[in-house]
Each structure stands twice: as C-alpha cells, then as structure tokens.
T-cell receptor
Framework: GDSVTQMEGPVTLSEEAFLTINCTYTATGYPSLFWYVQYPGEGLQLLLK?????DKGSNKGFEATYRKETTSFHLEKGSVQVSDSAVYFCALRTAGNKLTFGGGTRVLVKP | EADIYQTPRYLVIGTGKKITLECSQTMGHDKMYWYQQDPGMELHLIHYSYGVNSTEKGDLSSESTVSRIRTEHFPLTLESARPSHTSQYLC????????????FGEGSRLTVL
C-alpha cells in the first residue's frame, strides 16, 4: 500500500542553520504530496504542497520539490529561526482523498 | 485560519467511562476525518466521512465510533474507555477532493486512568 518514510528526529539546529528533512514515498500512480507542520499544543497545518512531478512547493521560506525519479519530497529551509521549532509531517494523498502521513520529524532550533 | 473546533482540549477520566469528543467545522466541508496521534507523533486515520450519514473506518482499527448527522458535526465516542485509549485525537475536514488539503482542529488529548 501507499506509505511515507521520513527521517527520524529530533533534529537540533542553531538559528540561521540550513534545514533538510528527507521524505520518500511509495505509491501507485502520481500522488499529490504535502508537508504539514505542528507547532507545540496545536493541530497540524498545511505548510506546502506539490501536485505533479517537478513541481516545487514553497511557503514561509520552506521549499520542497516533487521528484518522481527518486520518489522523494525533501523539505528545505536556508536559514531557520527559533519559531520554526515544530514537528514536520510529510504526507501523500491516496485515492479517496485520504492522507497518509509519515512518522513526523521534530525540529528544535536553538538561539 | 481554519474554522474547525474540538472539545474538550484535555480530558482525564477513569476506566469504563463513556466519553464523546466533539468536532465541529463552519466551513461547510463535506469530508471529515479523525486521526489518532500516538506519543511517538505518528498519525493514524481511524474514521472518516464523506458526508451526512456516511461514515467509514480508517486504516487503524479503533474501538471508537462516529456519527455524521449534520454536515458541520462529527463526534467520536468511546463507550467504555480504557488506558490503551490514552492518546491525542485530531479532527480534520476538507472540501476540495483534488487538492487533498486538510484543515485540522487543535486536538483532544485523552488520558484514561
């Protein structure tokens, strides 16, 4: 079945460091891909998305490119801030408009 | 901001009690979902609904039940809570079947003693 694998955390960084969170997927067809973020004590919110191969999603300085050849959707940010501390989830949309999530990656940014 | 609300945010109850977690959205979305989030953060779909009087079980088996009598309301019920039900429960909704974007509530954290 469809699945998402993302790197385990926690990832601890200093402010202004470069962040990469790896995400790979297994799916039939060409699913839409998403990154969601969960700040402490809150629900998930959509960070960015890509609906077809080579699409680049971007938001709040974060970027991810849909790579069909490597079945990947890695999340990157060039310069993180303390406010980026959160849990990040990679997800894909399966048939029936259901989302399958990866296990989440906790990111902690220190001043 | 998404208009989807969950109550209670936190609940601590004893074993054997019946509980209902409420979820309401004011966006007119047809599709609604319940996810269970374990302490390791992983999310599991336990129930979903594509509209009024439509409910389906998700990928993870759950002893909870749901109902969808009104578009805006999607409550989850546990008839007899057990410590194994301790978890965070997240409700979500979506409208557009093609974008797949979900709007999440802030979650209900349930602790069963």
């Amino acid at each position: 079945g469809d699945s998402v694998t993302q790197m385990e955390g926690p990832v601890t960084l200093s402010e202004e460091a470069f962040l990469t969170i790896n995400c790979t997927y297994t799916a039939t067809g060409y699913p839409s891909l998403f990154w969601y973020v969960q700040y402490p004590g809150e629900g998930l919110q959509l960070l960015l998305k890509a609906t077809k191969a080579d699409d680049k999603g971007s938001n709040k300085g974060f970027e991810a490119t849909y790579r069909k050849e490597t079945t990947s959707f890695h999340l990157e940010k060039g310069s993180v801030q303390v406010s980026d501390s959160a849990v990040y989830f990679c997800a894909l949309r399966t048939a029936g408009n259901k989302l399958t999530f990866g296990g989440g990656t906790r990111v902690l940014v220190k001043p | 901001e998404a208009d989807i609300y969950q109550t209670p945010r936190y609940l601590v109850i004893g074993t054997g009690k019946k509980i209902t977690l409420e979820c309401s959205q004011t966006m007119g979305h047809d599709k609604m979902y319940w996810y269970q989030q374990d302490p390791g953060m992983e999310l599991h779909l336990i129930h979903y609904s594509y509209g009024v009087n439509s409910t389906e079980k998700g990928d993870l088996s759950s002893e909870s039940t749901v109902s969808r009598i009104r578009t805006e309301h999607f409550p989850l019920t546990l008839e007899s809570a057990r410590p194994s039900h301790t978890s965070q429960y997240l409700c979500a909704s979506s409208k557009d079947p093609f974008t797949g974007e979900l709007f999440f509530g802030e979650g209900s954290r349930l602790t069963v003693l």
